[in-house]
């Protein structure tokens, strides 16, 4: 199933610049108690890693890694799983290259 | 709320909206753009390649000032199986022309410059400013913007929705629908910087000429998607995307993916000893012409990436979303200048003249092709690169084997791979889609 090689993500999340807004999460999972296949798909398909499993087996998001990609929006929101927005103006990612 | 009126709102400042924008305001008219970046560009991502032609009808004498990486003289596909490729390479001095026809870019800083172009062009443009959801009024005639400004509702004509692939006041205003898993593709990239010398070297280029590889092969196992390895003057890009749909199957990781493809014999030499300074990632609309939402209604139009208008079977993205906002403007122009109101039936002269440009002719020519290679990617992402990769083997290789024997070994492993009705029914499926 998952590849054989191992990434850690945080580091390559570290070249990148951020202004983050601290307190206002731009993607926010539904509470649940046992995750949706929609939302245990996310934990490997966000490209920055920012689903991660909690101890009681639920979901769960830290935005702050986050490259505005839209993936989880579109595997998570139709399921109503997660909620999805920009981060407000200016905030967020910010690429150098892109 | 903002006082002032505007003749049009322009929603995003990527390439569609500065094209957008850039033509409206050329034309005399009262133009507010939007970007929630910190600057034009800050948010997004490309391979790149830019292709001059369109860009040239926006600025002809783009080439002076703009900033371009690498002309391209030479473009490779490779397919690859895990340790080898299978190579077809077009080199051609004649790409060393006066007024090349591709060049490199990188995204952040051509989007900057591109936007300094609008702004001399007499367009408002507010940055850091996130469009919240459309104005709308009792009849659903889109009649501005509400952003995430303090009173920040603000007013215009038309609004030009340039908002890129992840769209969210389209489809929250319910003008079109969310992109759907199988109709658009993850990609993460990196920026691999080594010295200019190193970069000419290894792809063997003189001055400030480049190359591309286009890459597919048991680098997506399996999942529609390839790979890309783009040369810049100081840096490489390299990134690999496969279709969303095909993540939430497979449970494969981007990341994962990306540093396979980083590690693959053929690649790895061309990055070695690269300084890595930027990992990103975005999404591409691959649905093409069946992906096409409504393009106007009262009160705006959609163009770029949010109307799905990409190529996925050239790599054609910028310029089909430059020229669709290109056309939009145009569009509106010619409605405002009859001083006829900005309603779907006046503005359907958007749909009109996009239909009648390279545009929508070419996304109707691969109308079929989306769908053929997500049905089939196992036999093309997977299957048929190992056969292909194989055979080469078994061609180039001496081992005293008569010849007449290899070749039938290499049939009977296509065969027995994919049967002679499944190999013809490929052949004739994938016909059919490019025609
Ligand atoms: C990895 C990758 C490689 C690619 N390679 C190529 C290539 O080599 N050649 C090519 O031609 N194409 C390529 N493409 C496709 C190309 O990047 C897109 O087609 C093109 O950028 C689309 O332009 P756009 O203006 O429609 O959208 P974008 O360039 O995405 O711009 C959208 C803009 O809108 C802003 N925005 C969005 N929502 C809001 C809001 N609510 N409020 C304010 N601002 C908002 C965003 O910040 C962004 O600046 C590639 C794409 C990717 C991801
Ligand atoms: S938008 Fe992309 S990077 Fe951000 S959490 Fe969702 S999948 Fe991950």
């Known amino acids: ?98 | 709320m903002i006082e002032e009126r505007f003749d049009a709102i322009v929603v995003g400042a990527g390439m569609a909206g500065n094209a957008a924008a850039l033509t409206m305001a050329q034309r005399g008219m009262k133009v507010l753009q939007l970007e929630r970046g910190e600057y034009s560009g800050s948010k997004n991502v490309q391979g790149a390649i830019l292709y001059a032609d369109m860009l040239e009808k926006l600025i002809p004498d783009f080439r002076e000032e703009a900033p371009l990486e690498r002309h391209l003289v030479e473009q490779r596909f490779w397919m690859l199986d895990d340790k080898s490729h299978v190579g077809l390479h077009y080199k051609s001095d004649d790409f060393n022309e006066e007024k090349p026809n591709r060049y490199t870019i990188i995204r952040a800083q051509f989007d900057k410059w591109f936007s300094s172009k609008v702004k001399e062009a007499g367009a408002t443009v507010l940055c850091e400013t996130t469009v919240t959801e459309l104005a709308q009024d009792a009849y659903g005639k889109v009649i501005g913007v509400k952003t995430d400004r303090r009173d920040g509702e603000i007013h215009a004509d038309v609004v030009v929705l340039a908002e890129g692939v992840n769209g969210l006041l389209g489809t929250r205003a319910g003008l079109r629908e969310r992109p759907k898993p199988e109709n658009v593709a993850l990609a993460v990239k990196e920026m691999h910087f080594l010295p200019r010398e190193t970069i000419e070297a290894r792809f063997n280029l003189k001055g400030d000429e480049g190359a591309v590889i286009e890459a597919v092969g048991t680098i997506s196992r399996g999942m529609t998607g390839m790979g890309f390895i783009y040369s810049n003057k100081e840096c490489i890009s390299l990134g690999i995307g496969c279709l969303v749909s095909d993540f939430q199957k497979t449970g494969e990781t981007p990341y994962g993916l990306l540093e396979r493809f980083k590690q693959h014999p053929s690649v790895a030499p061309l990055i070695e000893g690269s300084e890595v300074k930027e990992y990103s990632a975005h999404l591409i609309p691959e649905g093409g012409y069946n992906a096409i939402p409504e393009l106007c209604g009262d009160g705006w139009v959609v163009v770029g990436d949010a109307a799905q208008l990409n190529n996925a079977v050239h790599r054609e993205g910028s310029n089909l979303a430059m020229t669709s906002g290109r056309i939009a403007a145009e569009a509106i122009f010619q409605v405002k200048s009859r001083r006829d109101p900005m309603t779907k039936a006046n503005l359907a002269l958007y749909k009109k003249m996009l239909e009648d440009s390279f545009v929508i002719k070419d996304l109707k020519k691969y109308k079929d092709m989306p769908a053929l290679l997500h049905n089939q990617s196992q036999n093309f992402f997977l299957t048929y690169p190992q056969l292909v990769s194989k055979a080469m083997q078994n061609f180039v290789r001496v081992d005293g084997t008569p010849k007449k024997e290899k070749e039938s070994s290499t049939l009977r492993s296509f065969v027995s791979a994919r049967s002679w009705t499944g190999l013809f029914g490929d052949a004739f499926r994938f016909a059919r889609a490019w025609r």
């Not at chain 1, 199933?1 to 570290?14: G, I, N, Y």
């Not at chain 1, 989880?72 to 799983?81: K, L, N, Q, T």
């Open chain 1, 1 to 98: 199933m998952s590849t054989d090689v191992a990434v850690r993500v945080e580091d390559k999340l570290f070249y990148n610049r951020y202004q983050v807004d601290p307190g206002r999460a731009h993607i926010k999972v539904r509470p649940h108690t046992t995750p949706t296949p929609q939302l245990k798909a996310l934990l490997n398909a966000c490209p920055a890693r920012c689903y991660e499993l909690n101890d009681k087996g639920q979901v769960e998001i830290t935005v702050d890694g986050c490259i505005e990609c839209g993936t989880c929006r579109v595997i998570g929101e139709p399921s109503g799983d997660i909620e999805w927005s920009y981060p407000r103006g200016g905030y967020g990612v910010l690429f150098k290259f892109g």
